[in-house]
């Protein structure tokens, strides 16, 4: 990508020259600021959250890696997701869209383990409570790193088994920060800045367009459109009206627009109570032109975020406390009406350069009935807002009963969460005009496509969900000379009713508010023999109520165990190893979204019935029929995963840490078609069965390299690497004659497509003309030479048949999901400077070139820089796309390993720099601390795809954000 | 701190109380002992039983009808399954005509259904001493014990559709579970299933209603139901495949280990084919036999005397879209009628002689359709023959608006018409009903025609009614010749069937039975060229190949499903296959 490099190198530049301008201001200084703590803190050192509660970090025996608050908020972001790339070993998260507000990452614990209509999907809990949602409606997403104490992913069997029938996918635990004992402290900090494109997809101008048109239809056997005094018009500009070259990503969006966030939060407290108070407001607006200005029934592009959090812990008395939590957002986002990421992006990646003016001579729009004018869409179609609010809120008592025994304590807790998203729609129309010239050389105008409305209004609820969760613990913890033991058991009741994202939105289905309930118990206990020998047992319980009333109960049982070897006499005096432990652990836990959530799917214990309507009578009169459409399933069950964990984590020479995880997951009684193992004799539909098997291992790896304290140059990196890879084990599939067509065996996501091979020679076609099948090619298309070629490996009896059809797939390519996923968050801070990157790199994943982009004249769409490595038979040998046809043609643009491209990339996610002033400065003005910074978000990628962003290669652009920020603590 | 214990005893015990029932709040779908309960859902679940009754007129991947799998047509789209049959590239795995699950399925549904019928709930009638709910009462109950005749009938042709196809198929009379024992499951001999069948059709016609104006039906409301009529046409038919040679001569699988799936045990064929000839009198003797009418309506209507037993269907225009002449408005050329087909309807020479078609004869090769069989320009749009709205003349010749070389135009030098409703306006989205006419009388004549010159040839009742099926209304052929052999009455009988049932997917099975598949499906597929004089406007025909087709022995039957002998190792595979 050019432009991203030259960007980049103005980045590298800028922070240059102010590094060397800011070292050069500080020389003289004497008074080096020492940190209290380390820039990246210790994998092996303090406490760790775990499934309901906490642990320290030195008897952890379970797969779990956490990343902090602290860290997360040296990036610009939109949702809490964004934060998260390439931070936590074991977590992979995929840039999804950008759209703000509409647009989340991907998040994998572990990769992909299931398949189907199964999730994979990790549960997100906030302070011990599931959170609802998905995308944007995730309260997890809304949350901002700044009232983040920490995020644990937890990994393994051991770590996620109290969670039973919802842990089988991993468990992304957040803690919200609490108010600490001491003097009120307040933190402020601002960022003002700008968005921009990562990269947007360039196309051809009006002339290319037309002269590789005239190409295509030539190449297609029919008479060419333009003419070279068409041509010449294209290429000098001189007729605007009659042959315009419209650059329309320049008519819609503008180079820059503004974002900016406000957070302020403050903390303190007495032994009595002790508070956190957070808000924080974000402002991003969308990368559209202001056509709010530009017309009353339009709107600027504008997205906003406001969070709240007030936490508060109290001792009632010296046995009795509560904590209490409560926590919302609200996002409001307005655009104009016709936009949707879909519609308005498809529109510019199709509408060629010439197909009319944005305005025509008289003013009015420019347009024909194949498309619509998309500076018309946006101004001229009314505005649409849209808002949602997020509350989270729990009450939580705890009593100490050291009058029973001592270390044993009761809580019992309830949490309400609540989310509710509403659209406000103005809509109207406008006529557009397409223009011919006359037969004097006057402009001929065509009756209007659409007419002119007036604006119209709609309200519509789009999402809410509503969750009510009770839980009640007994906690036991104390230590006997050399033994330590902590217990726990507890029960948690939740009911989420929610409907939607409905594809109706105004019409949610009954189906859609039946709530969704859970009963689950759990226990836990740890044993720690003389801090050395770790053994720790989980046993979950879990009921849901999408299975047969039978069946709704189960048991998830773990394990895990631990030796810390750095403790035993022979190495407690090295000065290599600091310290070392050994870990293991085995379970079973479940993953209950087995399917689709929709009306036919969530209880398969109950039968279906619809259709076979008949006819009768003289007057053919429509009768309404029953037949069974799936049948009741009372077996249905979760499906079931069997994880071994095996883990190292070591420090050593002082500044060095690693933790290393390889793991085996086993996933079975997955939800697949039983057409192998249910014969068709039976007479029913396909049932779907727990019968699907999968295998995912892997390893993961984190590293820590902290300089010493108290240097005045210190460094810092935390890198984390992981690994996995999966495969189908078992998946019913009806039996096939053309064995590359199964999934068994494959990795899971495997696409399945036609091989390229070459294109079409001359003598190729020459020879198609007296045998069809010596030369195998599809039966839907008339084959030319530069038409692209694929391997014929199957036919209906299973080998090659002389014709490209479905029968010819194979697995090409790789999984969308990367199979290696490095990350690295580094920096360094020398006396009042600081400087944070972190990375992101994936390899083992392919991306698709497809849609109007790539292909060519498609649909009537344009044509991208990418087509001029056309075949054509001059440059027959050093073809790189096929040759050119103006049709949709059959043969080239079908799912194929041409179009498919290495995904690997490496990110640069987040760059910060920042400069602290002087102690004797802010202690002049009465402040603790003051600390400028610039900030930027997605600066470089280095990858292999020449023509946009291997994440998002279509759609709303990725948009870097550059911010200038100042934070100023009390 | 007393207070705060007992603050936390309340929330816990609240806790505790909360941990609530997981059943669903509520219930949205209708479950089988809902619709077990009701009258009304009961009969729905019937009406989808007949829904699951074949329908020939788009039948393979949505378009290609059975007929282009014999030599009667081609389908013009490469890319669709049927062509498989025609290159043998068909196996236990890719069937184009995979009806092995649709009719399973329908079987299971009757299965059900006769369970569903003894569950009904009656009460609000019977016990309402009310004269007129008593009259409702047994009217219902009356109803619900026909139902039962009416689902052991589909059932019965559904067996049947699938023994035509495999031979003998596992009896499954009771719904099996999803777990039960697959690994047990056997084939029922022929014998066995063409018995089952035999009896169910017994049972049936004792019990329904002669036809659909027959009380207690009422055509109104009730045509297009099982009648008595269906069920004795249902024998006729099955006792005359079970007569024919396949079914008795396992000789083309020599070595198969168990010929009683495919073959009948050794008997007395006279008395088999006597069978067939009185089942077929059964049918005929049952009831006044309706006047043969207009041969091309008889396709778009579903209302005819002639009709026994037809598929119904909603209005549509998908047949005519599929199949009109690729120049016409909407047309995709689809099922293309062969020279092979066009070439079995004779020339009428006069009132009481016809001859057979010949290229050899110089004044036939000129003028190839003066004077033919009236069906044949019923069945089939030739060159120069009017079609569709608004009306013109088929241009198939070289160059014409219909013909080659237009990318997908005929290949075989004729369109589809019977079945076309010509009226519609396609551009206008006309649509109108098609039948699928499963038993219609003509068949029941051929049954009785062909089965009585097997065991009693020169019967006059053979000359009556071969001559019933070619005297009707607007095509009046000339009858049976006397003084032929019985081999020569055999042949007249079997191209009579190959006229007058064209398309009516008869070709397939009837070839098949008779063991002809070498002879009639694995030689070349015909048709013409065309070309036409530009300065006097004369056509001329010459026959010409359109595809080599393939037939092996093991075609005879079809093979089962790969997928279920995985499963049920005990099923036994078809031969050769």
């Known amino acids: 990508m050019k432009s991203t490099y030259n960007i980049s190198v103005q980045l590298i530049v800028l922070f240059i020259l102010l590094l060397a301008q800011a070292s050069f201001a500080q020389t003289t200084e004497s008074d080096t600021i020492i940190l209290s703590n380390a820039p990246v803190k210790s994998l092996f050192k303090g406490q760790r959250n775990i499934a309901f509660g906490v642990q320290p970090a030195q008897h952890v025996s379970t797969a779990i890696s956490t990343v902090y608050g602290s860290d997360l908020e040296k990036t610009f972001n939109l949702n809490l997701g964004n934060t998260l790339y390439g931070r936590l070993s074991g977590l992979v998260v995929t840039q999804g869209g950008a759209e703000p507000g509409v647009a989340t ?44 104490e920490s995020i644990s992913v937890l990994k393994d069997a051991a770590s996620t088994a109290l969670y039973g029938a919802r842990a089988a996918n991993g468990v992304v635990l957040v803690t919200t920060k609490a108010g600490k004992e001491g003097q009120l402290k307040v933190s402020f900090t601002t960022r003002q800045g700008f968005n921009q494109a990562q990269a947007l997809p360039q196309f051809l101008n009006a002339y290319d367009y037309s002269v590789l048109y005239n190409e295509a239809l030539n190449n297609d056997g029919l008479p060419i459109r333009y003419s070279d005094a068409d041509l010449e018009a294209y290429k000098d500009g001189s007729d605007p009206v009659f042959h315009p070259d419209v650059d329309w990503y320049d008519q819609v969006l503008r180079p820059t627009s503004y974002a900016s966030s406000y957070n302020l939060n403050f903390g303190g407290g007495d032994k009595f109570v002790r508070y956190f108070v957070s808000l924080n407001a974000l402002n991003s607006q969308g990368l559209f032109k202001k056509f709010g200005d530009l017309s009353d029934e339009s709107i600027d592009s504008k997205y906003a975020k406001y969070n709240f959090r007030s936490n508060l812990d109290i001792s009632l008395s010296r046995r009795l406390s509560v904590e209490f939590r409560i926590a919302g957002s609200i996002e409001a986002s307005s655009n104009p009406n016709n936009y949707t990421t879909g519609s308005t992006f498809s529109l510019l990646q199709s509408l060629p350069p010439n197909a009319f003016p944005v305005y025509n001579p008289n003013g009015s729009y420019g347009g024909n009935a194949l498309y619509a004018n998309p500076v018309g869409n946006l101004i001229s179609t009314g505005f649409y807002n849209n808002n949602s609010r997020t509350i989270l809120s729990s009450l939580k008592f705890t009593e100490q009963l050291d009058m029973i025994t001592k270390g044993l304590s009761v809580s019992a807790a309830v949490s309400i969460n609540n989310y509710f998203e509403q659209g406000s729609r103005k809509s109207k129309q406008y006529p557009r005009y397409s223009v011919t010239r006359g037969v004097i050389g006057d402009t001929i105008y065509s009756p209007p496509v659409g007419q002119l409305t007036s604006l119209s209004g709609a309200e519509e609820t789009l999402d809410q969900y509503r969750n009510f969760i009770v839980q009640a613990f007994l906690n036991y913890q104390r230590t006997f000379g050399k033994h330590d033991i902590s217990a726990m058991v507890m029960m948690n009741n939740d009911n989420v009713t929610l409907f939607g994202p409905a594809s109706d939105p105004s019409n949610p289905t009954a189906n859609s508010t039946d709530p969704y309930k859970h009963n689950s118990a759990a226990g836990r206990l740890t044993y720690v023999l003389n801090e050395k020998y770790i053994a720790e047992f989980s046993l979950g319980y879990m009921g849901s109520e999408v299975f047969a009333p039978e069946k709704r109960y189960g048991f998830f049982p773990a394990g895990s165990v631990g030796w810390i070897l750095s403790n035993e006499g022979f190495l407690k005096q090295s000065q290599t190893i600091n310290f070392l432990k050994l870990r293991a652990s085995y379970g079973l836990v479940g993953n209950d979204i087995i399917a689709s959530q929709g009306l036919s799917t969530r209880y398969a214990y109950t039968p279906t019935f619809g259709g076979g309507g008949y006819f009768f009578g003289t007057g053919n009169t429509g009768v309404g029929g029953f037949a069974e459409n799936a049948i009741a399933n009372n077996n249905v069950t979760w499906e079931k995963e069997k994880s071994l964990n095996v883990g190292l984590d070591i420090a050593f020479f002082k500044h060095f840490e690693a933790s290393f995880d390889y793991f085996n997951r086993d996933r079975y009684d997955i939800l697949v078609g039983s057409n192998s193992t249910i014969p068709l004799y039976l007479g029913v539909i396909t049932p779907t069965l727990n019968q699907g098997k999968t295998n995912n291992n892997g390893f993961d790896l984190a590293l820590r390299y902290n300089s010493a304290n108290k240097k005045a140059l210190q460094f810092f990196a935390a890198a984390n690497v992981f690994y996995a890879n999966n495969k189908i084990v078992f998946n019913a599939e009806a039996i096939q004659l053309n064995p590359q067509l199964l999934s068994t065996g494959n990795k899971i996501g ?73 990350g690295l968050h580094t920096g360094l801070r020398y006396k009042g400077f600081d400087l944070d990157l972190v990375f992101q790199g994936v390899t083992g994943n392919t991306v698709y070139l497809g849609g109007n982009t790539f292909h060519a004249f498609q649909s009537n769409g344009q044509v991208a820089p990418i087509a001029f490595g056309r075949w054509t038979p001059q440059t027959a040998e050093s073809a790189t796309y096929p040759r050119l046809s103006s049709r949709d043609n059959l043969n080239n643009y079908q799912f194929s390993s041409f179009w498919q491209r290495d995904g690997s990339f490496v990110k640069l996610r987040s760059a910060e720099i920042g400069y602290s002033l002087p102690a004797q400065l802010t202690d002049k003005v009465r402040i603790s601390s003051a600390r400028i910074f610039i900030n930027g978000t997605n600066l470089f990628s280095w990858d292999n795809i020449e023509y946009g962003d291997p994440e998002s290669l279509t759609g709303y652009p990725v948009m870097r954000t550059l911010t200038l920020g100042l934070n100023i603590q009390l | 701190m007393k207070r705060y214990s007992y603050l936390f005893a309340v929330c816990g015990v609240l806790a505790l109380a909360s941990c ?51 030599d009667e047509a081609e389908f013009t789209a490469e890319t669709n399954a049927v062509q498989s049959f025609n290159s043998g590239s068909w196996n236990a795995v890719s069937n184009p005509d995979f009806v092995w699950d649709r009719y399973y399925r329908g079987i299971r549904k009757v299965n059900q259904f006769l369970l569903s019928t003894g569950k009904v709930n009656l009460d609000p009638w019977r016990l309402d001493p009310n004269p007129s709910a008593q009259t409702v009462y047994q009217t219902n109950l009356a109803a619900i014990k026909r139902w039962a005749y009416e689902a052991r009938f589909l059932r019965a042709f559904m067996y049947f559709e699938l023994v035509k196809r495999y031979g003998g198929v596992p009896l499954l009379n009771e719904a099996l579970e999803v777990d039960a024992d697959f690994s047990k499951t056997q084939r029922n001999t022929l014998d066995d299933c063409i018995k089952f069948i035999v009896s169910e059709c017994d049972s049936a016609a004792l019990q329904l209603p002669l036809n659909p104006t027959t009380l207690p039906y009422v055509a109104a409301t009730d045509l297009g139901r099982v009648t008595k009529l269906s069920a004795l046409a249902l024998k006729s038919r099955v006792l005359l495949y079970a007569a024919s040679e396949l079914f008795n001569n396992p000789s083309w699988a020599a070595g198969y280990a168990k010929p009683e799936y495919i073959s009948l045990p050794a008997g007395d064929r006279n008395a088999r084919w006597k069978a067939a000839s009185d089942a077929a009198k059964a049918v005929i003797d049952a009831a006044p036999l309706p006047n043969l009418g207009a041969y091309k309506a008889l396709f778009n209507t579903f209302n005819n005397a002639e009709i026994i037993f037809t598929r119904r269907n909603g209005a549509s225009n998908q047949f005519e879209r599929i199949n009109s002449p690729i120049g016409f408005p909407q047309g995709q050329s689809g099922n293309t009628p062969s020279q092979n087909l066009v070439d079995a309807y004779e020339v009428k020479v006069n009132a009481t002689t016809a001859v057979k078609f010949d290229w050899n004869n110089p004044a036939m090769a000129a003028n190839p359709y003066a004077n033919r069989d009236p069906r044949l320009e019923m069945t089939v749009v030739r060159n120069d023959a009017s079609f569709g709205t608004p009306a013109r003349k088929a241009q198939l010749y070289t160059s014409g608006l219909d013909g ?41 004549y051929l049954n009785y025609a062909e089965a009585l010159n097997e065991w009693s040839p020169g019967n006059s009742d053979i000359k009556t009614f071969y001559d019933r099926v070619r005297s009707r209304t607007g095509v009046a052929m000339p009858g049976l010749p006397t003084g032929l052999s019985q081999a020569e009455v055999r042949e007249a009988i079997r191209n009579e069937k190959r006229v007058e049932f064209a398309f009516e997917d008869h070709r397939f099975w009837d070839v098949r039975r008779w063991m002809q598949g070498p002879t009639y499906f694995g030689t070349p597929l015909r048709g013409v060229d065309i070309t036409r004089d530009a300065t006097t406007g004369a056509f001329s025909y010459t026959p010409s190949t359109v595809e080599q087709r393939t037939f092996d022995p093991k075609m005879y039957l079809y093979p089962i499903p790969q997928n279920d002998l995985n499963i049920s190792p005990l099923i036994v595979q078809n031969p050769l296959w």
Do not use: C
């Not at chain 1, 990769?111 to 409606?137: E, K, R, V």
């Not at chain 2, 990318?407 to 006309?430: F, M, P, V």
């Open chain 2, 20 to 70: 609530e029932k997981l059943d669903r709040d509520f219930v949205t779908t209708i479950g089988r002992n809902e619709i077990e309960q009701s009258f009304g859902n009961v009969q729905a679940l019937l009406n989808a039983i007949y829904a699951d009754l074949p329908d020939g007129t788009l039948y393979i991947g949505g378009a290609a009808m059975m007929g282009a799998a014999t």
């Open chain 1, 750 to 822: 495997q696409p399945l497509g036609l091989k390229a091979i070459g294109f079409y020679s001359a003598d190729d076609i020459a020879q198609r003309s007296i045998d069809p099948k010596s030369v195998p090619g599809v039966l839907t298309e008339v084959i030319r030479a530069g038409d692209i070629k694929y391997q014929d490996i199957g036919g209906p009896e299973g080998k090659p048949d002389g014709i490209i059809d479905g029968n010819d797939r194979m697995p090409i390519g790789n999984p969308s999901q990367p199979a290696l996923s490095v």
């Open chain 1, 105 to 148: 990452p991907g998040m994998l614990i572990r990769g992909i383990n299931t398949f189907g209509g199964a999730s994979n999907a990790p549960l997100y809990i906030i302070d011990g409570f599931i959170s609802n949602g998905t995308g944007p409606s995730n309260a997890f997403m809304q949350l901002t790193p700044e009232e983040i």
């Open chain 2, 404 to 444: 080659k070389p237009i990318t997908n135009a005929s290949k075989t030098g004729y369109y589809l018409r019977k079945y076309q409703i010509e009226s519609l306006n396609l551009n206008n989205n006309n649509t109108g009903v098609h039948s699928w006419i499963i038993f219609r009388y003509p068949e029941i």
